[in-house]
Every structure is written in structure tokens, then in C-alpha cells.
């Protein structure tokens, strides 16, 4: 298994500025992904944070909106820039714990950063 | 696009099983089922995953048919804290560290 730690765990910002959400985990781990989740709906996979290359994304989400870093095996930041209130949402980070595949693993999820913007 | 049809809720009395339907009509032979829930501002919790044969864990048992065209989570004795929203996915793990795309999921509401 794997515990994920996300900081913040919630901020209230001003329209305009940027929040780096970090993601922490207490093992390595070889695959890392974020997600967003807006308010009353289901969740929706930002991008995949790939460790020594660039991230890549999902259809919808471009880099200089949600730049990602991913330094090592077990740390990941998502920086939203220049929010707007439609960024309202919960941001969730997630692992892949194992390198090689086994019928017993599964998809980890970190409690979630509540972003809320004005 | 989510490859799992399920129920937009369901309601259950506390104590009786909770038995949650999920369609996957287009699952192909590598692709597990997988279910989580998310329990009021959480992140997903892993329930359990089966590829064709019926599987139990501490929290629940999985059933899929023959054609595995469709599974039912079981949770045996909900509680109220059972109460989330269950989400049915389906991962091909060929393709290793493949995206969880989640659907809309089945909210479950445990009654006391």
C-alpha cells in the first residue's frame, strides 16, 4: 500500500493568483497522477506527472494552466495558475505503487486539497 | 469516455446487504473491474478488483457473470457509514499504469 499526504489541505484564494498544491508519498512509487474534482461531479484525470520528463495531459488541460513537477519517486506538485472561481474544485493526487504489474495492485488516493476561489 | 453503466443511487436499510449492479458490456479480456467509493469530501477508497472469477475481502465480495459483461459489488451488513458514492471501473492492465476513468458512480444511501 501506500500513504499519500497532500498540502494544503484546503486554501481560499483571490482571483488571479496561484496555488502549488504538494503530494507526498511514503514509499516510491513509479506512477503519479492528479485529478480534479468539481463540485458535485465525479473525477476527472488532469495528468499523469511523469518523474524526470514532462508531465502529460489530459484532453482540456494544458501545461501553463496546471504545471507539473515530479523531482523524485515519491514527491509531485500541481501549481494552478491564474485562477478564476470556475477552479473552485477539490484536487486529488494519486500512485501506482509497483513497477511491476501484479493482479493485486491497485490505485491510490491522497484526501484531497479543497480549493476554493473568489 | 467511463466504460461502466451504474445506477445514479440506490437506498439500503442498515443491517441487509448492499448489493450495487454495474454494466460493462465493451470490457475486453484484459481489463480487470475495479470498485472504489468516496465517502463525503475523501478521496477514493479501494474496495476490491476481480478479472473473471468472484472475489471477497474484508469489506465486500465481487460478483461477475460468466460473460463478464456486468459485476455486483456486495457489501454484506451496510452501515450508515457505508454511505457514499460507489464508482465501477474498468482497467486493462496490459497496459500498465493505465488511467482510472471514472463515471458518474452509484450514490448508496445506508437508512437506519
Known amino acids: 500500500s501506500a500513504v499519500i499526504s497532500q498540502k494544503p489541505s484546503r486554501d481560499i484564494c483571490q482571483r488571479g493568483t496561484s496555488l502549488t498544491i504538494q503530494c507526498q508519498v511514503d514509499s516510491q512509487v513509479t506512477m503519479m497522477f492528479w485529478y480534479r474534482q468539481q463540485p458535485g461531479q465525479s473525477l476527472t484525470l488532469i495528468a499523469t506527472a511523469n518523474q524526470g520528463s514532462e508531465a502529460t495531459y489530459e484532453s482540456g488541460f494544458v501545461i501553463d494552466k496546471f504545471p507539473i513537477s515530479r523531482p523524485n519517486l515519491t514527491f509531485s506538485t500541481l501549481t494552478v495558475s491564474n485562477m478564476s472561481p470556475e477552479d473552485s474544485s477539490i484536487y486529488l493526487c494519486?500512485?501506482?505503487?509497483?513497477?511491476?504489474?501484479?493482479?493485486?495492485?491497485?490505485?491510490?488516493f491522497g484526501p484531497g486539497t479543497r480549493l476554493t476561489v473568489l | 469516455d467511463a466504460k461502466t453503466t451504474q445506477p445514479p443511487s440506490m437506498d439500503c436499510a442498515e443491517g441487509r446487504a448492499a448489493n450495487l449492479p454495474c454494466n460493462h458490456s465493451t470490457i475486453s479480456g484484459n481489463e480487470y473491474v475495479y470498485w472504489y467509493r468516496q465517502i463525503h469530501s475523501q478521496g477514493p477508497q479501494y474496495i476490491i478488483h476481480?478479472?473473471?472469477n468472484n472475489e471477497t475481502n474484508e469489506m465486500a465480495s465481487l460478483i461477475i457473470t460468466e460473460d463478464r459483461k456486468s459485476s455486483t459489488l456486495i457489501l454484506p451488513h451496510a452501515t450508515l457509514r457505508d454511505t457514499a458514492v460507489y464508482y465501477c471501473?474498468?482497467?486493462?492492465?496490459?497496459?500498465?499504469?493505465?488511467?482510472?476513468?471514472f463515471g458518474a458512480g452509484t450514490i448508496l444511501r445506508v437508512k437506519s
Open positions: 476481480g478479472l473473471k
Open positions: 471501473i474498468v482497467r486493462d492492465v496490459v497496459e500498465y499504469g493505465n488511467k482510472l476513468v
Open positions: 494519486s500512485v501506482w505503487p509497483r513497477k511491476i504489474h501484479s493482479s493485486t495492485d491497485t490505485q491510490y
